[in-house]
């Protein structure tokens, strides 16, 4: 039963989730406290969490989930340019989402909503992002 699980998932996959629970535990709670304590706006708050957690996303990713050894400005900036684009779709589409789902909502139940469904959304844009784009091996370009 493990073995057909093992040919399904690739070792690339497993580490991303790794990655990604460290990111998340330390992304999420910037982003509810500084949305839930500080009272910063939606947008502040969510920017918060991906700016830090990119930052340690970046360096984890690059070198424990796809041993990416190229040393370039280049593979910052896609990385960043993946992140936003992955950042401005998930959390925008997820905004937009729960706004019209549950608008009889007040307004911070909306938003903290969203906030979690923006972080579901851009876990899965951000993997093929970084796996396909951002850290794409030589050889497979």
Not at 99 to 116: K, T
Request: proline share 1%; glycine share 6%; hydrophobic share 50%.
């Amino acid at each position: 039963m493990l073995g057909r699980w093992k040919e399904k998932i690739d070792i690339t996959f497993i580490k991303f989730v790794i990655v990604g629970v460290i990111n998340t535990l330390v992304g999420t709670a910037v982003m509810f406290i500084a949305y839930n304590v500080f009272h910063l706006s939606y947008w502040i708050s969510s920017a918060a969490n991906y700016i830090i957690g990119s930052i340690c996303s970046y360096f984890l990713n690059k070198h424990f989930t796809f041993q990416n050894k190229e040393k370039s400005l280049k593979i910052v900036v896609k990385f960043i340019i993946n992140i936003t684009i992955c950042y401005l779709i998930a959390y925008g589409g997820a905004k937009r989402l729960i706004l019209w789902l549950l608008s009889d909502l007040p307004q911070n139940w909306q938003d903290n909503i969203a906030m979690v469904c923006g972080m579901g959304l851009f876990v899965i844009l951000n993997y093929f992002g970084q796996r396909f784009f951002a850290f794409k091996k030589k050889e497979e370009a």
